[in-house]
């Protein structure tokens, strides 16, 4: 008899590849993978019309989704991990010199708040440096994924005609997350941003979660397995990764690669572990970002978010 097909959803990365390139398969089903580009166009597709039955997706788009309905449950799977202190960037002639210094100005976000990102660096401004902030006055250049979402009272829109990296540069913003922008006047908030993020992971363990793995509520109801069988092959795909990673066989290593490898010397054994245990400090404090910025209105437990079947793995 032959195996369901699902339609999958994940960029192509270090780990992840040997599943995509077929060395790796779970035993209950087959995936289709399904190209989409940008990735983040799939988290849409995903959460306003279930158009796929497996799909790597933000975290924080994620916990939102959740708390609005939609029928879709992750996987404890984080295939993309980032450090977030240099996401924050600020016009030298605004006089910021520390986080707390927007405190009553006005910071761009990159599309929407729900953006995860911006929900870590906004966590990192006001854990890790005092900023408060509902003080400031957060711009979005783009909407939400979860159309039903609504933002709190301190977020608006950008202004019709106008683009974020110009308003930086111009000093209209303050700051802005999650931008790319190349300007004399434009710069770093925090310096040494991957230093600091790295010394954050020495004394907290906080490797951020940027991206999980979803499935359709109604695929788990029919196919009990199907979680911890997707889990396994994630799982088993990364395992090659991260053993050719360690033993020096990735012949051009990426940024991420890089990171990876800065995050094991740093002390990780492995820097991307799966299941809920070894990541559950770093989930609970996202859950805690996402609950004090307004992301979520309700608190939830690590379990909540989760399919039951996952629960004991870790891989």
Sequence with gaps: MSLPKFKTVTRTQ???????????????????????????????????????????????????????????????????RQFHHGAILVNKNAGVKVPKDLEGKRVGVNRGYTVTTGVWARGIMASEYGLDLSKVTWVLSGDEHVAEYVAPSNVTPIEAGKKMEDMLISGELAGAIGVDVKHPDVAPLIPNALDAGLAAFKRDGHYPINHLVVIKDELLEKHPDLAADIFNAFAASKRLYVEALKAGKIETLDAADNIHLKVMAAGAADPLPYGIEPNRKVIETLIGHALSQGIITKKVSVEDIFARGTWGLVG
């Design 14 to 80: 270090g780990n992840n590849r040997a599943l995509k390139e077929g060395v790796v398969k779970p035993a209950t089903c087959e995936l289709e993978f399904v190209e989409v580009d940008p990735l983040i166009a799939a988290f849409r597709r995903m959460v306003r019309a279930s158009e796929f039955d497996i799909c790597e997706m933000a975290i924080t788009t994620y916990v939102c989704a959740r708390e609005h309905g939609k029928k879709m449950t992750a996987i404890p799977v984080p295939l993309v």
